[in-house]
Antibody, heavy 121, light 110 residues
């Protein structure tokens, strides 16, 4: 079965960087884009961007441009999301999600369990 | 980044039918399909409805989705206590070139 397993919780100081991993199994990793979505406590879901594991191409939400980098290691079927210049407002649970695309369809059919990133001095 | 608009809360009693709305614009819902995600307390979101009205395998037919113009709706019939969760709508936005989410509707089963 499709599974996305994320790395563990992180505690960071303001100004630091964090890199979250997302290991895929149960399907061909390079056949589906991976997106990253975050959720602050008590808030809604917020889309951060996408990565094509085959080509390495990426697209980021304007809000995160210049601060986020999405990469992958195809040999171990793992996607990464790095966020720099962390501030307290970046405290949230970060999710990776597999994307199904077909014509104009674009939806997340499988999600990681989430990684809590806490930013505090 | 502009998002979709959802009422913050909804409620119903067991067995009842409840609906929740999701409002967008021409660049997102007006042009692209709507998807719904269910998030049980303390868990990751789960795909509930895709392409406006399609249910993934394993999702009961008590859940249904619809879309008209720049708005969409999720309906739950035969409400059960285990349906108590947050429900978020989402769609691709052609102007933003990314996914937009609604703020989520918290469903309480009384």
């Amino acid at each position: 079965q499709v599974q996305l397993v994320q790395s563990g919780a992180e505690v960071k100081k303001p100004g630091a960087s964090v890199k979250v991993s997302c290991k895929a199994s149960g399907y061909t990793f390079t056949s589906y884009d991976i997106n990253w979505v975050r959720q602050a406590s008590g808030q809604g879901l917020e889309w951060m961007g996408w990565m094509n594991p085959n080509s390495g191409n990426t697209g980021y939400a304007q809000k995160f441009q210049g601060r986020v980098t999405m990469t992958r290691n195809t040999s171990i079927s793992t996607a990464y999301m790095e966020l720099t210049s962390l501030r307290s407002e970046d405290t949230a649970v970060y999710y990776c999600a597999r994307v199904v695309t077909h014509k104009i369809a674009y939806y997340f059919d499988s999600w990681g369990q989430g990684t809590l990133v806490s930013v505090s001095s | 980044q502009s998002g979709l608009t959802q009422p913050p809360s909804a409620s119903g009693t067991p067995g009842q039918r409840v609906t929740m709305s999701c409002s967008g614009s021409g660049s997102n819902i007006g042009t692209n399909p709507v998807n719904w995600y269910q998030q049980l307390p303390g868990t990751a979101p789960k795909l509930l409805i895709y392409n406006n009205d399609q249910r993934p395998s394993g999702v009961p037919d008590r859940f249904s989705g619809s879309k008209s113009g720049t708005s969409a709706s999720l309906a739950i019939s035969g409400l059960q206590s285990e349906d108590e969760a947050d429900y978020s709508c989402a769609s691709w936005d052609d102007s933003l070139n990314g996914v937009v989410f609604g703020g989520g509707t918290k469903l309480t089963v009384l």
